[in-house]
């Protein structure tokens, strides 16, 4: 059994944690539910060693612990799987399994191996030890982080946002792997947003609110109060967008590229003005690639991108942003914000245009702008790794230029509470009702896709297998063309 007590974390002026105190149950699913920057994710580093509070008490079985680091928190076998993979994407999956594990200079791989083999049939996973980290997909390395850390002896086992950004599948084969390790003694710590998962899966439930417990609860679950508890006021949910579609302003035609796991093969699209179209498919399946192709960022083996009229191919990423194509990666520390820089730092590298010189003051002014529009929970002076996932996701969106045409976005609501993603589809709809903009999307989730987007594509192995209005197609007809079955276009 764990006891939290009267656990306070800030940063500067900003409460991550304010005197926090909640009890997990040996043996169960708990889940720590909450919005976005409502302190889940501080308190689960201070548990896990990751971070230490700067007051409070944590006991196990009675005893008090104090976790200098996560390999003394490990000792007392407890174990955190993060938002962003702990991993090291150049080597093997059966090397990343032995991190941790493999001492000495006699390494006996055959063993790992064996036991790699033994716990990943137990959960049923089917990862193989030979394949590069870096081809796996985003619920396949949260898959070999918890074969890892279940090797090393973890008995609490948290999980921060586990089904953020994972496809329907992976989350039902992550719930009934849980749900084993609950009936072989072990306790999950399950950290999210998502209402609908931690109903599903979870025996208790501890909502935060702004640093603090707004309140417990035991199933049966009660929807309405747990909305209450975890919003002071609730955003209206974005419906389609109604608007008339405007002329064809950019198109791809027979458009080649590598990348990702298949690439992309002789892609042809036209996109209309007003568009909002969103991209289904399994990850890997040819979306990121195609984003990345249409703003510069991947070079084509073959095939033309025309905007207004004109092939751009070969024209650089700068050339791209210059002509009104914005890209936001899914990856936000890693490709879209600079760790060691804050918030108003951000804004002044991201001004158009470029001035010569930094204007701090002006700078600073709209950096304030940025963080009461997006409700972003942090100082114009917080530096961008101190942010929550969620707030950083803010922050991604608050740096979009102000008249775009054309937005190219991965998950733009990954990793947001529900009214947030609200908060943020209105914000993106308005540029198209006010500025002729035009967006495309990737989501794991397929009823954003369908409550958002007037136009679906799915993608199957680098090609398009289906291109619909959404209001011509049905749940069913999409999740066949994820799946690769053949359908007509």
């Not at 991190?99 to 790699?116: D, E, M, P, S």
Request: hydrophobic share 40%; proline share 3%; aromatic share 6%.
């Amino acid at each position: 059994m764990i006891e939290i007590i009267d656990i306070h974390k800030h940063y500067g002026h900003v409460k991550a944690n304010n005197g926090i105190s909640m009890t997990i149950k040996d043996g169960s699913i708990h889940a720590i539910l909450g919005e976005n920057g409502a302190g889940k994710s501080t308190l689960m580093k201070i548990l896990s060693g990751y971070i230490h509070q700067n007051s409070g008490l944590i006991k196990i079985n009675d005893q008090i612990v104090d976790f200098s680091s996560t390999s003394v928190a490990a000792t007392f076998g407890i174990g955190m799987l993060y938002q962003d993979p702990m991993d090291f994407p150049q080597l093997s999956v059966i090397d990343n399994f032995m991190i941790g594990q493999a001492k000495g200079i006699f390494i006996k791989k055959r063993t790992f191996l064996n036991r790699f083999y033994h716990l990943s049939q137990s959960l049923g996973f089917s990862l193989e030890p030979d394949c590069l980290v870096k081809t796996l997909t985003v619920g396949e390395r949260q898959q070999l982080e918890i074969l890892r850390l279940l090797s090393l002896g973890t008995q609490v086992l948290i999980l921060d946002e586990p089904t953020t950004g994972i496809s329907d599948l992976q989350k039902d084969t992550l719930f009934s792997a849980l749900t084993r390790l609950t009936r072989d003694g072990k306790s999950i710590v399950l950290v999210s947003h998502k209402l609908e998962d931690v109903e599903t899966l979870c025996d208790t439930i501890t909502v935060l609110r702004q640093g603090r417990v707004s309140g417990h609860m035991v199933k049966p679950f009660d929807t309405n109060k747990l909305l209450d508890l975890m919003f002071e006021t609730r955003s209206s949910p974005p419906g389609r967008l109604v608007t008339s579609q405007g002329p064809v302003f950019f198109s791809l035609n027979q458009v080649s590229a590598k990348g990702g796991r298949v690439g992309l093969k002789n892609l042809n699209l036209k996109i209309h003005q007003h568009d909002v179209i969103g991209l289904a498919g399994l990850e890997g399946s040819g979306q990121s690639v195609f984003l990345k192709v249409s703003s510069g960022l991947l070079p084509v083996q073959s095939g033309t991108i025309c905007l207004d009229n004109k092939n751009i191919v070969g024209k650089s990423h700068v050339y791209f942003q210059n002509s009104g194509i914005t890209y936001l990666p899914s990856s936000r520390l890693e490709e879209g914000l600079v760790p060691g820089l804050s918030i108003t730092q951000h804004v002044s590298l991201s001004a158009r245009p470029k001035p010569l010189i930094v204007n701090h003051k002006k700078a600073l002014i709209s950096s304030r702008d940025a963080i009461d529009t997006f409700h972003i929970k942090a100082r114009p002076d917080s530096y961008v790794e101190t942010l929550s996932g969620g707030n950083q996701q803010r922050l991604l969106l608050s740096l979009l230029p102000l008249k775009p045409r054309l937005l190219l976005l991965e998950n733009p609501t990954r990793g947001l509470d529900l009214s947030s993603a609200y908060f943020v589809w209105n914000h993106l709809q308005a540029f198209c009702k006010t500025d002729h903009t035009s967006i495309l999307f990737t989501s794991s989730e397929i009823d954003e896709i369908m409550m958002v987007s007037n136009r679906i594509l799915v993608f199957y192995d680098g090609k398009v297998v289906l291109d619909k209005k959404t209001a011509e197609t049905t749940i069913h007809e999409i999740g066949a063309a994820i799946a690769g079955k053949s359908v007509h276009l």
